[in-house]
């Protein structure tokens, strides 16, 4: 598996299946391992930030910067596993752990107010302003018992995730509702 012009064998297949808790079949590691050769101009057995941004749908990802932290020079046995998390057979836990490595941009394993508004900061664009943001992020804190001052760890960071998510099935589930309205009068109401 050193070097990306060599094929590989069932053993490395195997290897890297077991690498990636078996998250892709040995078809799908096959197919990897020729992206991966694709992507690796050079023949070096890694893959550079540049090789990478050669992906047009990374390029233009607007977290791309913080994507290429977590991928610059990794073999393809850590590519894989990088891409397991986008696996349908992963799990919750595996997607947030890789949520939280997005966030987590100074690799300390903790993720403060700062760094998420960063990331809001890149994905929201100039949709929001920065007051917007600041606003809810420290309302989304608050409503799951942390402040802006607070680090939050893996397992606190999960918690902040399912409040965001359940308040935005709750928004979604609003919005449904007013819409299906059909009395004079137009009310909210959440289920």
Known sequence: MGSTSSMLTQYDIEEVQEHCHNLFSQQEIVSLYKR???????????????????????????????????????NFKDFVAFLSAFSARA????????????????????????????????????????????KVLTQVLQESGYSRGSYLTLDDFSKVFYT???????VTSSLAVLLLETSGSIKIRFL
């Not at 949520?99 to 949709?127: A, Q, T, W």
């Open 91 to 134: 799990t919750m836990q595996q997607k947030m752990e890789f949520i939280f490595k997005v966030y987590d941009s100074d690799r300390n394993g903790k993720v403060s107010f700062n760094d998420i508004l960063e990331v809001l900061r890149d994905l929201s664009g100039s949709f929001l302003s920065d007051e917007q943001r600041e």
């Open 164 to 170: 965001v998510r359940s308040y935005a099935y709750h």
């Open 36 to 74: 991966f050769c694709q992507l690796d101009r050079n023949a070096k057995g890694f893959i550079s930030a540049d090789e990478f941004l050669s992906v047009p749908e990374l390029a233009t990802n607007p977290i791309s910067q913080r994507l290429l932290k977590m991928v610059e020079g990794l």
